[in-house]
Nanobody, 125 residues
């Protein structure tokens, strides 16, 4: 089993930056694709970014492309989401997710087997 714990959320002004971290425990996630999703009140969960385990290829939602960067440190069993130029519409609970071992990254939440509890990001205007 894999446990995921997010951190780094908070309150920031529009135009500011935050870096989210997702620490995995239970076993190494170096062979799992990792993703970030977000969910705002009253809205469905939406894909933000993902990174493959083998190629390191990254994928982004159009709404965050050029502003957010996903990266992983397999030695630390941690994935990061660097968020720059934040906008009020980025306000949401951000959740980290991991696929089953060997699976590819996906923009669908159904592609992930493990989820963290989430961390709140609030961007004020």
């Amino acid at each position: 089993q894999v446990q995921l714990v997010e951190s780094g959320g908070g309150l920031v002004q529009a135009g500011g930056s935050l870096r989210l971290s997702c620490a995995a425990s239970g076993r190494t996630v170096s062979s799992n694709a990792m993703g970030w999703f977000r969910q705002a009140p009253g809205k469905e969960r939406e894909f933000v970014a993902a990174i493959n385990w083998s190629s390191g290829n990254t994928y982004y939602a159009d709404s965050v492309k050029g502003r957010f960067t996903i990266a992983r440190d397999n030695a630390k069993n941690t994935v990061y989401l660097q968020m720059n130029s934040l906008k009020p519409e980025d306000t949401a609970v951000y959740l980290c997710a991991a696929t089953n071992r060997g699976a590819r990254a996906s923009s669908y939440s159904s592609g992930y087997a493990y989820w963290g509890q989430g961390t709140q990001v609030t961007v004020s205007s």
